[in-house]
């Protein structure tokens, strides 16, 4: 029986290490791409490999830029009158947030830029992002709801500070929604709404969606695979046990005595 338990353990803590390990994935995945979009590297080795990847993501996001946006936009972004504003010092953030939410591109310069299905993959948004970024402005912005207090969010936004849709919202959204405010929204620079408050905020409306709206978290693959083993993991632990106990219910008396004289001869 403590062998049977030791086997139940060990499959429990094998089953917890590979959880960590897709966690600890998860979490790496996102520092990488931010970090492909911010070159901050601390060694000269790490810079200049940091500038290289970054100049290529720049050159993929001005290819991807003259196919999908320059009509509007211009060449080099640099905006056409009476069609769309120039994008020098809009910066990433804006850039983040219109191609995340699927704002852009727009199918008309008449037409108001609303929520939709992101129209590019990812990776090429990552690309756009790169290539507007290049310009200057404002980063991405970074939020931690979890630092954030639900109490104060609430009244803030009970304050009406922000109205964009809420329900696919991700905190980073919320955040970019604030600092860019678009189409109707206004926008509250740092002087008027804090990061605190920002994260506040940010909390509050994670706290207000549906329960089953993962709020998607930066890119928002890697949710459902964690959740996925537990599952996977607990069914396996539990049909184990069930399968554990079942044998003991009906042992062979005989084998057991057997057995257990066996283990005293030892
Ligand atoms: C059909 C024309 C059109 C196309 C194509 C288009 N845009 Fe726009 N874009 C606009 C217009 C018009 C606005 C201004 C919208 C507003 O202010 O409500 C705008 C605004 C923006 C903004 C916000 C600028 C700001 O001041 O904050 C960004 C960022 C942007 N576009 C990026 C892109 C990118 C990237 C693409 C290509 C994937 C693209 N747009 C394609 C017409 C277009």
Redesign the pocket.
């Known amino acids: 029986m403590r062998r049977r338990l030791t086997a139940l353990a060990a499959v429990l803590c094998g089953g917890l290490a590979l959880l960590q390990l897709a966690a600890a994935q998860g979490n790496s995945q996102r520092p990488t791409t931010t970090a492909a979009a911010a070159p901050s590297a601390s060694s000269p080795a790490g810079a200049t490999t940091a500038t290289g990847a970054q100049s290529a993501l720049v050159a993929r996001g001005h290819a ?2 003259v196919s ?6 211009g060449m080099s ?1 640099q905006g056409i009158r009476g ?5 020098h010092g ?1 910066g990433a953030m ?2 983040d ?3 995340q939410t699927g ?11 609303l929520r939709t299905k992101p ?2 993959p990812p990776r090429q948004i990552d690309a ?2 790169a ?2 970024g290049s310009f200057g402005g404002p980063p991405i912005p970074v939020v931690h709801p979890s630092r954030g207090s639900l109490a104060d969010g609430q009244r803030l936004f009970g304050l009406g500070a922000i109205v964009p849709s809420l329900n696919r919202a991700t905190p980073r959204q919320v955040a970019q929604a604030i600092r ?1 405010g ?2 109707v929204m206004p926008r509250f620079g740092a002087g008027e709404l804090s990061e605190g408050q920002v994260d506040s905020l940010a909390r509050y409306v994670q706290s207000i969606q549906h329960p089953d709206n993962r709020g998607g978290w930066g890119l928002g693959r890697i949710g459902p695979i964690p959740e996925g083993m537990v599952a996977w993991l607990l069914a396996a632990a539990s049909l184990l046990l069930i399968a554990r106990l079942i044998g003991e219910r009906m042992p062979d008396q005989r084998d057991e005595r057997a057995e257990r004289t066996g283990a005293a001869h030892e």
């Open positions: 991807l830029f999908s946006c320059a009509s509007c936009h972004a069609r769309a504003p120039s994008l809009v804006a850039a947030f219109y191609l704002r852009m591109p727009l199918p008309s310069p008449r037409v108001q830029p129209a590019f756009l992002v290539y507007v860019i678009p189409y």
